[in-house]
């Protein structure tokens, strides 16, 4: 069937009926996703809510790997115009395929607003976005758009577990490379941890933010942004995007050397001040000169060994015609059929229902409820123990995005100290992290683990604990945590993490607390986990009473 054809056959209606369907169609989706947007713009700028700073310390504080990601959407959709207006695309519906997509989009969308996993609503709304395309206009418009809707992938944060792993892994390797070359060029320096120790007491730390996190992240985007557009074809082209992954780790490596080089030349506050943050954008140059570097090496090269890359024009097989006049209006007016009415009806069914499941969990409880579940004296084997709290510094809060936490101190004269720190989220799993991680990149790290069993606890048979004993520059400290979500306690990140997403979907209770207590190990572990059990096992009545 001829575009022409394709006109004649689609109703004449009104020429508002289109628009209107259109516009609705779009205020759908925003009204759909807004929240979504909101979650996510708070993981892109994690101290965008401190209204007391400037609107540069609002957008690049906190611990961010998506500050690419506002660019992301404006880009995309440009592509997609773009694509629409300069290249030939017929329509050809695929009813099923799309209606299914679309359907499955939309519920996903729904369950994870009811359980609160932004993530994967941010996933629904590629999904959606296909299922749109493949049902208004059909299978070559996706071939067409693909690039633009992969390009959204780089707009989702992943979910904390995933970015807390990845952190640690990434900052340990980094510092180990920046040390490495650091002391090729002949710098004194050694790594502990995360740190950075150079002469004249100087350390470094490798935040996670300067870990190569962010920069592999951003330059993938970029990088599948230049792949799309240079002059290789095929897997030459696959493999120059493969390729910014290296770039990324050499081009955060330089900027660690960089880093080491200012402060054994000046000194660390020049080092981790105006020269960390330029040298944050230069390292974009770096990388943007590597892959203009590869993609000139391999035109070469295919050109030395007499097999030349054949350039030619983008897009140059499909690209409108003076035949091609029609295209725009069957795309435009495609949305008045039966396939675009089950269209907007998905999403208003995605809209409906994502603004009332998105809407806050009842107010059970407060931003104080950690502070108030345990009283500031507590008795323990006969011996009254007193207390004193301590904060919790704004970088930390602002990763575990809860300011509603409990860290205090219990202490008797002749009893060792025991810390026991209460992390609570009424409507967010993402505070109650595995703190292993957190742990690991300072000092020496974790020096062993272990799983642990409290008993004899009134109201419960056992509550298992996982162990750990962290040593830090010749100190030893012993860990245990667990988890609490609802009335149960597990050791298992994971089984915390499942039954908090069902009582979400279950009861619209998504609350959960990390519970850790350490102490000083001293001479004796036996002694450092009896001080730490024995507490615990006092202050867990009191968790049941004020954390249900």
């Given at each position: 069937m001829s575009e022409i054809d394709s006109v004649d056959r689609l109703p004449r209606r009104g020429g508002w009926l289109p628009a209107a369907l259109w516009v609705l169609l779009v205020a759908l989706l925003v009204a759909g996703f807004a929240h979504n947007f909101g979650e996510m713009w708070g993981r892109w700028f994690p101290?965008?809510?401190?209204?007391?700073?400037?609107?540069?310390?609002?957008i690049t504080g906190g611990e961010s790997y998506y500050t690419h990601a506002p660019l992301v959407p404006p880009l995309a959709l440009l592509i997609a115009v773009l694509l629409i207006r300069h290249t030939r695309i017929r329509l050809r519906p695929w009813r099923a395929a799309g209606g299914f997509v679309l359907a499955g989009s939309v519920l996903l969308h729904l369950v994870a607003c009811l359980a609160r996993v932004n993530f994967a609503s941010g996933f629904a709304l590629i999904g959606v976005l296909t299922g749109l395309i493949l049902l208004i206009w059909g299978g070559e418009a996706l071939r067409r758009l693909w690039f633009p809707i992969f390009l959204l992938f780089f707009l989702v944060p992943l979910p904390q577990v995933t970015i807390?792993?990845?952190?640690?892994?990434?900052?340990?390797?980094?510092?180990?490379?920046g040390v490495a070359l650091a002391s090729a060029i002949g710098i004194a320096v050694e790594r502990m941890g995360n740190k950075v120790m150079l002469a004249g007491d100087k350390t470094l730390v490798i935040a996670n933010v300067c870990n190569g996190l962010r920069t592999i992240i951003s330059l993938l985007a970029f990088g599948a942004l230049y792949a799309y557009v240079c002059r290789l074809r095929g897997l030459w082209r696959?493999?120059?995007?493969l390729f910014s992954l290296p770039v990324a780790v050499v081009s955060n490596s330089v900027r660690i050397v960089g880093l080491i080089v200012v402060a054994e030349i000046w000194n660390e506050e020049v080092a981790t001040g105006w020269f960390h943050d330029w040298s944050g954008i230069l390292i974009f140059v770096l990388?943007?000169?590597?892959?203009?570097?590869?993609?000139?090496?391999?035109?070469w090269f295919r050109e030395a060994i007499g097999r030349p890359v054949e350039v030619v024009p983008l897009?140059?097989?499909?690209?409108?015609?003076?035949?091609?006049?029609?295209?725009s209006e069957p795309l435009y007016r495609a949305i008045v059929s039966g396939r675009g009415y089950v269209a907007v009806g998905l999403l208003v069914v995605a809209a409906g229902g994502a603004l009332w499941l998105s809407q806050s969990v009842p107010q059970r409880f407060n931003q104080q409820t950690a502070q108030a579940a345990l009283p500031t004296e507590i008795k323990v084997n006969g011996t009254l123990l007193t207390s004193y709290d301590m904060g919790i510094d704004e970088q930390t809060i602002d990763v575990l995005e809860t300011g509603d936490y409990l860290n205090r101190v219990y202490l008797a004269p002749g009893v060792q100290p025991v810390n026991l720190c209460i992390i609570f989220s009424k409507d967010n799993r993402k505070g109650t992290h595995p703190p292993d991680v957190c742990l690991a990149g300072s000092g020496e790290g974790i020096v062993a683990k272990g799983h642990a069993t409290l008993r004899n606890v009134a109201g419960h048979e056992a509550i298992q604990l996982r162990e750990i004993i962290l040593e830090t520059r010749g100190r030893r400290q012993y860990f245990a945590y667990t988890y609490k979500c609802g009335a149960r306690y597990t050791a298992s990140f994971w089984e915390q993490q499942f039954t908090i997403f069902l009582n979400g979907l279950l009861h619209r209770d998504s609350s959960g607390a990390?519970?850790?207590?350490?102490?000083?190990?001293?001479?004796?572990?036996?002694a450092a986990r009896g001080r730490a059990m024995a507490l615990l096992r006092e202050a867990v009545p009191h968790l049941d009473e004020k954390l249900n």
């Open positions: 101290r965008w809510r401190r209204e007391q700073l400037g609107l540069y310390e609002r807390y792993n990845l952190n640690f892994k990434l900052k340990i390797f980094a510092a180990e490379i696959i493999g120059l995007f990388a943007f000169l590597l892959m203009f570097g590869a993609e000139r090496f391999v035109l897009f140059h097989d499909v690209r409108r015609g003076p035949e091609d006049h029609y295209q990390l519970i850790r207590i350490s102490t000083d190990v001293g001479t004796s572990v036996d």
